[in-house]
């Protein structure tokens, strides 16, 4: 299994520009998941689901959109990058029900310039 | 008060000690409370869940206390793997299964 595939792993933005951040699992995982991670902020929620057609807004999602169309796919849009959007992405994705843990993607690091 | 907390470190520890974290959670519904492991640029990988029991895994205990709301990680015979920051995680109640993350605790096991 190849997990949860996240691409590219590393991209420059100008500021203003769009693009969108791949992310794949091939586990049948229900959840999904987008964080950041910021050098002293931890990782912080940008959006969820609990399923194809289904998302949630976590605590940053100021410009950021998803979609799940798919179980497997669970792509995050940047609409406008700023420089405050610069840091480390990761997509998680995890079994439905309590105790089961998220497994990570290796991550895409993101500079606005 | 801030969700998940944790001390930041670095702990500085020898190879064979034993090393204990501690974490506090702001929201009495959590039902879902994990230690994950962090190295340096990498992803956090799951290191253990937390059952209100206790559990074990090799030289690995957590501990769960819900009355106080406190959650543990004792280390034993550290070993110079072990270095890497520790991130206490707890589920975000009523929020479907979005977890909240603690900002690590890092450890360096020295020869």
């Known amino acids: 299994n190849a997990g949860v595939t996240q691409t590219p792993k590393f991209q420059v933005l100008k500021t203003g520009q769009s693009m969108t951040l791949q992310c794949a699992q091939d586990?049948?995982?229900?959840?999904m998941s987008w964080y950041r991670q910021d050098p002293g902020m931890g990782l912080r929620l940008i959006h969820y689901?609990?399923?194809?057609?289904?998302?949630d807004q976590g605590e940053v999602p100021n410009g950021y959109n998803v979609s799940r169309s798919t179980t497997e796919d669970f792509p995050l849009r940047l609409l406008s990058a700023a420089p405050s959007q610069t840091s480390v992405y990761f997509c998680?994705?995890?079994?439905?029900?309590?105790?089961?843990?998220?497994?990570f993607g290796s991550g895409t690091r993101l500079t606005v310039v | 008060r801030k969700e998940v907390e944790q001390d930041p470190g670095p702990f500085n520890v020898p190879e064979g000690a034993t090393v204990a974290f501690n974490c506090t959670y702001s929201?009495?519904?959590?039902?879902?409370f994990f230690w994950y492991r962090q190295d340096c640029r990498k992803e956090p990988k799951l290191l253990m869940s937390?059952?209100?029991s206790g559990n074990e895994d090799g030289r690995f205990t957590a501990q769960l206390n819900r009355a106080s709301q406190y959650i543990s990680l004792l280390i034993r015979d550290s070993k110079l793997s072990d270095s890497a920051t520790y991130l206490c995680?707890?589920?975000?109640?009523?929020?479907?299964?979005?977890?909240?993350f603690g900002k690590g605790t890092s450890l360096l096991v020295t020869p």
């Open positions: 995680v707890v589920n975000k109640a009523n929020s479907g299964y979005a977890l909240n």
């Open positions: 998680a994705s995890s079994r439905q029900g309590e105790n089961y843990g998220y497994t």
């Open positions: 937390v059952y209100s």
């Open positions: 689901s609990v399923g194809a057609g289904i998302t």
């Open positions: 586990m049948n995982h229900e959840y």
């Open positions: 929201n009495s519904a959590s039902q879902s």
